[in-house]
């Protein structure tokens, strides 16, 4: 196999060794029948742990960021576009950037960028530090990007609540009018990492879900679904031998449960040679020579954590830069 390293940045379109990993039914959508319920049940199984295996970061990082990753899975699923939807919150906490994002073909990544001073200040005072803590003041974006012929949506909210699930429940009623309600769980077991999502939404009444129950029957069917998705636990969502719609019968099983169609997860970093090349082929002469050490210029994906070794003489950049 020839080493990608010898052939030129600019022609190089290999991928880096990265997991080829799917989970098939990541994403089990579902409704009540006759109820202004739906909802979407997302289990990422060993796919958590091979997106957030790869970056050293704290447990407590790592965490957060498999929480943002399985949301996105449930709040990317819920819409139909082509493109990528991505969750993004930036705040002046230890974590000053979080981000996770999910294609309309189910490829999820993630990533974090932690000031590391903050953190061990923070962790030296609070050792399990809720995502509040780890964000502090900031907001909240949730981005729908179909390509630059579309016009991109974007609906941003200042951080609030001590939990990521809390975030969102605030950036729903404050943004969407919709009724929703979230539970999100991570964790580290002897399997590895896992990440898990629930979310339950009240259908409008005039969507022609339960024409048959007056306003106040509407009522009751969602205030008796929160109720129930309320005890569901952490430890239930990240039971790998607890299938999805097992759990999801253990909730709803009273209520007309009725799952539909499963989409599939899966490893979803876009990096490669060609594209970290062309980012390179933007700098100047003098900028790429202060990158290199001893003649090679590395990059690494913030993704994947894959390093990228370009060698200086083989990278042009702009001459006129210089």
């Known amino acids: 196999m020839n080493d ?49 295996g790869r970056h050293s970061q704290h447990p407590a990082i790592l965490k957060l960021m498999g929480e943002a990753l399985a949301l996105t899975a449930a709040l990317a699923t819920a819409l139909k576009y082509k493109g990528s939807f991505s969750l993004q919150a930036k705040g002046d906490g230890p974590v000053t950037m979080l981000l996770a994002d999910c294609t309309d073909a189910g490829e999820l990544r993630g990533t974090a960028k932690v000031d590391a001073e903050k953190l061990d200040a923070l962790l030296a005072e609070h050792p399990q530090p809720s995502p509040k803590q780890l964000l502090g003041k900031g907001y909240l974006a949730f981005t729908c990007d179909q390509g630059p012929d579309m016009d991109r949506y974007q609906g941003i909210v200042a951080i609030e609540g001590d939990s990521l699930a809390e975030m969102t429940g605030a950036y729903f009623a404050n943004s969407e009018q919709l009724k929703s309600q979230v539970w999100l769980a991570c964790g580290r077991s002897l399997g590895g990492w896992r990440a898990s999502a629930l979310v339950i939404e009240r259908v409008a009444a005039d969507g022609g879900i339960g024409a048959a129950l007056d306003s106040e029957a509407h009522d009751d069917a969602w205030r008796t679904a929160q109720a129930l998705a309320g005890t569901i636990t952490s430890a239930e969502l990240l039971d790998d031998a607890l299938t999805p719609d097992q759990l999801l019968h253990r909730l709803f099983h009273a209520e007309g449960l009725a799952p539909d169609l499963a989409r599939a997860l899966s490893y979803g970093c876009r990096c490669s040679r060609a594209r970290l090349a062309s980012v390179l082929e933007s700098f100047g002469q003098d900028d790429l020579d202060h990158m290199a050490e001893a003649g090679a210029i590395t990059m690494t994906c913030e993704f994947c954590a894959v390093d990228f070794r370009f060698d200086r003489a083989e990278v042009r950049g702009q001459a006129g830069r210089a």
């Open 4 to 52: 990608p390293n010898s052939t030129p940045a600019f022609l190089n379109h290999d991928r880096p060794p990265v997991p080829d990993i799917v989970v098939p039914r990541g994403v089990l959508p579902f409704h009540l029948e006759e109820q202004p319920v739906r909802g979407r049940l997302v289990r990422l199984g060993a796919l958590a742990d091979a997106l957030l």
